[in-house]
């Protein structure tokens, strides 16, 4: 029998082999496994369950304040570390697109007044947290899990 | 539900070759197919459904967790040996049929477990889920050269492993 007969004499071996397989019989404990982890999540309080499953309007309020939140943590830090000139920016409305915009001028502003030393220095750093993380999680692997 | 996780286990299990890995990850399909359960209800595919969730879940669950590790842990080189050709098998046919069909499944089961997991899930997305080769490819992130060595070379171990095993007692 010649190469090509023999792969394709195997390959129907092999499906005929496999198809004929029945199905595995699912663990006794799958079921109730399911059903109780859905009992679970179904008493779970909203704010306990994904982000995906809140509610819409405690989406939006968690947004807004996040929103709000960091955008105080951004004044406060250029107010407290670099001495920011506020004066140059001025919240004349309350609408989202004026809102945009002021927050738009801000990052320009305070991204342009760091020093390059100071971005090139945090690039740095996260490059060397990352390596580390993945370096200590790569020996934790091999010693704690592959070697058993 | 019921009427359905045994499909889903096996999909999941002859994937992984891991019993308590194709639970957990039996629950998630479960679990999402319960957010769906309205629609799913009085769905005449969702046993279809049920099928694809539970493969993608399985190999995005494989590439997660294994390929993550794989650079520190698996430093062989796989291209070296990607196009070695591997050699031809002959189909253990007349074993297989002098076996009752108990001891025949789990040998088979077995065998198929054993398999590299680089063999064994295009082996099973090939001939269980009827995936063309380029799909598997896309879906493993590999070529299509290598999709096709590595199913041949799956055929050809498991084979090899049900000629070399079969005489042995099965082990469960």
Partial sequence: ?148 | MQAYQDMVFSTIVRLTGNDSQAEDIAQEVFLKAYEKFEHLRVSPSAGGWLKTVATHRTINYLSRYRNRWRLFSELRKDDEEEFEPPAPADTPDALLLALDVEQRNALVEQSLRALPEAQRVPLVLYHFSSMPYEDIAQHLHISLAKVKIDIHRGRVALARALSRSGMAPVKE
């Fill in chain 1, 1 to 148: 029998m010649d190469t090509a007969n023999r792969d394709k004499s195997l390959e129907q071996f092999v499906d005929r082999t496999l198809h004929g397989l029945p199905l595995r019989k699912a663990p006794e404990a799958l079921m109730s496994h399911v059903l109780t982890a859905i009992e679970k999540g179904a008493a779970a309080a909203w704010w306990q369950r994904t982000f995906h499953n809140w509610p819409a309007v405690a989406k939006c309020v968690f947004l807004f304040v996040a929103t709000g939140l960091a955008t105080l943590a951004v004044y406060a830090f250029a107010l407290v570390s670099l001495r920011f000139d506020f004066s140059s920016l001025r919240l004349d409305s309350t609408s989202a697109a004026a809102l945009f915009k002021t927050l738009t001028t801000l990052q320009s502003s305070f991204i342009g007044s760091l020093p390059p030393l100071w971005i090139y220095g945090a690039l740095a750093a996260v490059v060397v947290v990352y390596v580390t993380a993945l370096a200590i999680g790569a020996i934790a692997y091999r010693t704690l899990y592959a070697s058993r």
